[in-house]
């Protein structure tokens, strides 16, 4: 353990100093100890077109200056741009799926695999139980 390191954190007789010298010690050690993994995010579903990230980020844009303003008009027009926009969402996944169904092989292996992605269910192992006769 490096002792120098503490002697500056205590040699100090401001508070505020103290304090701020220990955060900075803190965290250089904790973020030396732990370092940031990475993590892959998952990918955008088909169905978001350009117009609907478009539509995302206008959304955005309302959400931000209705925060900041007093307007109830401005509030109401967010909320509802909101719900348009969420059924937009859910039309535009309904017509990617029908999609997915109709141009697959086997409808009904399809349409599971759609529910099962949606409900975040894994696969299942199959156990096979061996006898000897």
């Given at each position: 353990?490096?002792?120098?390191?503490?002697?500056?954190?205590?040699?100090e007789?401001?508070?505020?100093?103290?304090?701020?010298?220990?955060?900075?010690?803190?965290?250089?050690?904790?973020?030396?100890?732990?370092?940031?993994?990475?993590?892959?995010?998952?990918?955008?579903?088909?169905?978001?077109?350009?117009?609907?990230?478009?539509?995302?980020?206008?959304?955005?844009?309302?959400?931000?200056?209705?925060?900041n303003?007093?307007?109830?008009?401005l509030k109401?027009?967010?909320?509802?741009?909101?719900?348009?926009?969420?059924?937009?969402?859910?039309?535009?996944?309904?017509?990617?799926?029908?999609?997915?169904?109709?141009?697959?092989?086997?409808?009904?292996r399809?349409?599971?695999?759609?529910?099962?992605?949606?409900?975040?269910?894994?696969?299942r192992?199959?156990?096979?139980?061996?006898?000897?006769?």
């Amino acid at each position: 353990m490096n002792y120098d390191i503490w002697d500056k954190i205590f040699g100090e007789n401001d508070v505020d100093k103290i304090f701020n010298n220990f955060h900075n010690t803190f965290l250089r050690i904790f973020y030396s100890s732990f370092p940031k993994k990475k993590i892959q995010a998952k990918k955008n579903c088909t169905c978001m077109t350009k117009g609907i990230k478009i539509t995302i980020n206008h959304k955005r844009e309302i959400c931000l200056s209705s925060r900041n303003s007093k307007n109830p008009k401005l509030k109401e027009h967010y909320k509802s741009y909101c719900k348009l926009l969420s059924k937009v969402i859910k039309e535009a996944k309904i017509l990617q799926y029908n999609k997915q169904i109709l141009a697959s092989y086997n409808n009904t292996r399809t349409t599971g695999n759609i529910v099962k992605s949606k409900t975040g269910e894994k696969k299942r192992e199959r156990r096979y139980i061996i006898t000897e006769y």
